[in-house]
């Protein structure tokens, strides 16, 4: 049996890259005010330092090159660039941000309870799938089936269970991937050659690392 190991409640992939939930966020969160400024509440926290980052950005920051620090220089150049105000446990916006001739992207959840903002990812715009400002997207936006996020297409490295006591990773391996909860989804064509390059692994080894291209 095959199992992608970032789905499923038992995974050991999932708990490396905890979701918004696991700040400790109760139920009534989603209920959440909006800032009636976002753009200035978001400068005041960065500026201020009340700011807390999930696993799972942080995680990213370390493969993008990017930095917390990046995030702080570049604050008086922040513009919001989506709201999304319905998100499912705080009001959320994606943030563009500029600093030393570097254009990122940050989702910022807002909370107005506790004065402060979560980042929930922050990445390198592509080129290709936004205007020459890196404003507004070019590319047709697939949604994610957990929280509606947009998904964005990665090269990452995932864990695959091939049986009781064998775990195989792939590495550059292309995925969908949520930029608002994390969820990772694969195409379809995609998982035929995950399928092919798994089932010629040796499953008596507990650990294997190969690279999807290879």
Not at 75 to 104: M, Q, T, W
Not at 139 to 167: N, Q, W, Y
Request: net charge negative; with cysteine; glycine share 4%.
């Amino acid at each position: 049996m095959l199992t992608l190991l970032t789905c499923g409640c038992n995974s050991f992939a999932s708990s490396l890259v905890p979701r918004l939930s696991a700040l400790a966020l109760s139920s009534d969160l989603t209920k959440a005010p909006v800032p009636e400024s976002p753009i200035a509440f978001i400068t005041d926290c960065v500026s201020a330092g009340r700011v807390r980052w999930t696993y799972h950005v942080s995680m990213r920051l370390q493969q993008s090159n990017l930095s917390a620090g990046l995030l702080t220089a570049a604050v008086a150049s922040f513009e919001v660039i989506e709201s999304y105000p319905g998100d499912k446990y705080l009001p959320s916006f994606l943030i563009r941000g500029e600093s030393d001739g570097v254009v990122f992207h940050a989702h910022v959840a807002t909370d107005l309870t506790d004065n402060n903002v979560r980042i929930v990812t922050m990445y390198l715009p592509q080129p290709d799938e936004w205007d020459v400002s890196l404003r507004r997207q070019e590319a047709e936006i697939v949604s994610c089936r957990i929280c509606g996020g947009a998904m964005e297409s990665h090269v990452t490295d995932l864990p695959f269970k091939t049986g009781d006591f064998s775990v195989v990773i792939l590495k550059a391996l292309p995925v969908l991937q949520c930029r608002q909860c994390g969820n990772t989804e694969l195409e379809h064509t995609t998982m035929v050659r995950v399928d092919s390059l798994l089932s010629a692994r040796d499953r008596s080894a507990e650990l294997e690392v190969i690279r999807y291209a290879a």
